[in-house]
């Protein structure tokens, strides 16, 4: 289901979905996006950057964490703490010298438990 599905209405009339039905906002709103989301039981798996400021928009960077990896070891509520612990870390970090927080936009992945399951991604919980 689509993140701004997840997140209070605010917020998500300031997404932006793309024809891929990716849903990004903004640096000014991510971080509260990436909070809201978790706080709807849905760990992030990651986003990918955009600068919607050049004419085509251009790709950036993706975040660089794996949670799948360190899932098994986790319940799912850990997973959930643990992903919006790492979003947030790699939100800091985006590179913004010639980026304005409203020209960089993140499209985030996230999951509930039921999807995670569907698409292969357990927690210590479902082993």
């Not at 599905?5 to 000014?28: F, N, P, T």
């Not at 909070?35 to 990918?48: K, M, P, V």
């Not at 985006?94 to 927080?101: D, H, I, Y």
Request: proline fraction near 4%.
């Amino acid at each position: 289901m689509r993140e701004d599905m997840h997140v209070g209405e605010q917020l998500a009339k300031v997404a932006r979905v793309l024809d891929s039905g990716d849903v990004c906002w903004s640096g000014v709103y991510v971080k509260q996006a990436l909070r809201e989301l978790a706080a709807a039981n849905r760990i992030i798996l990651g986003f990918d950057i955009i600068d919607f400021a050049t004419d085509p928009p251009t790709d950036g960077d993706t975040s660089g964490y794996d949670l799948g990896a360190d899932a098994v070891d986790y319940s799912w509520d850990e997973c959930v703490k643990v992903s919006l612990e790492k979003a947030l870390f790699w939100v800091d970090r985006t590179p913004q010298e010639s980026l304005t927080p409203e020209s960089v936009w993140y499209c985030v992945t996230s999951f509930s438990p039921e999807e995670a399951r569907s698409e292969g991604f357990y927690t210590k919980a479902d082993l």
